[in-house]
C-alpha cells in the first residue's frame, strides 16, 4: 500500500489516506498528541488543562519546546 507520499497522490488523498494525516507542507504524518498545558484561571490558580494538538515537522519543535 503506497503511503500517499507522491507529489500527485499528496492532496488528493491528503486527509483518507487510512485516517492519517499528511502535511501538505513537510510531508509527513501529523499527529495527534495529547498536551497539558498549565492555565490561569479567573481565581488565579493554575490548573492543568488538557488538549489535543497536530504535530508533524512544521510545528513539533515548537510544542516540545513549549512554544506553542
Ligand atoms: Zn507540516
Redesign the pocket.
Given at each position: 500500500m503506497p503511503k500517499g507520499r507522491s507529489f500527485s497522490a499528496k492532496l488528493a488523498h491528503e486527509i483518507s489516506t487510512e485516517g492519517k494525516v499528511i502535511?501538505?507542507?513537510?510531508?509527513?504524518e501529523?499527529k495527534k498528541v495529547k498536551l497539558v498545558r498549565n492555565v490561569k484561571s479567573k481565581s488565579g490558580k493554575w490548573a492543568p488543562k488538557y488538549e489535543f494538538v497536530d504535530i508533524?515537522?512544521?510545528?513539533e519543535k515548537d510544542i516540545m519546546s513549549g512554544k506553542l
Open positions: 502535511c501538505p507542507k513537510c510531508d509527513t501529523i508533524c515537522k512544521c510545528n
